[in-house]
């Protein structure tokens, strides 16, 4: 396991959390010239994208479930990468993953499992009603 994902937690409808993704397994343990993006799989589901950031940090991109309520972010050393989720609701629960990519165009977002070479270990969310 090269990232640590943290950050879920139990909250009601309405709440907001805040999950980080710690590239401490990577080579030189950042998240310089990664992309990285954010899935989750829900019970009996297969695994989805939720957000992705480019290499460059140029370009961002969410899955229309999430646009508007979730927001992915980075510190200028790229030590780090945030996912805000507010206004969580029911159908938001699931285990999420953080993921990161060292390939591909450095200002393109990549949304496929496959396209990410590095994955976390996941960080159960649950939202209750």
């Known amino acids: 396991v090269q990232l640590q994902a943290s950050g879920g937690g139990l909250v009601q409808a309405g709440a907001s959390l805040r999950l980080s993704c710690d590239p401490s397994?990577?080579?030189?343990?950042?998240?310089?010239?990664?992309?990285v993006g954010w899935f989750r799989q829900a019970p009996g589901k297969e695994r989805e994208f939720v957000a992705g950031?480019?290499?460059?940090?140029?370009?961002?991109s969410y899955a229309d479930s999430v646009k508007g309520r979730f927001t992915m972010s980075t510190d200028a050393a790229k030590s780090t990468v945030n996912l805000l989720m507010n206004r969580l609701n029911p159908e938001d629960t699931a285990v999420y993953y953080c993921?990161?990519?060292?390939?591909?165009?450095?200002?393109?977002?990549?949304?496929?499992?496959?396209?990410?070479?590095?994955w976390g270990q996941g960080t159960q969310v649950t939202v209750s009603s």
């Open positions: 993921a990161a990519t060292a390939r591909g165009q450095y200002n393109s977002v990549y949304k496929r499992l496959l396209d990410y070479q590095y």
């Open positions: 397994g990577l080579t030189f343990r950042t998240f310089s010239d990664y992309g």
């Open positions: 950031m480019s290499r460059s940090t140029r370009a961002y």
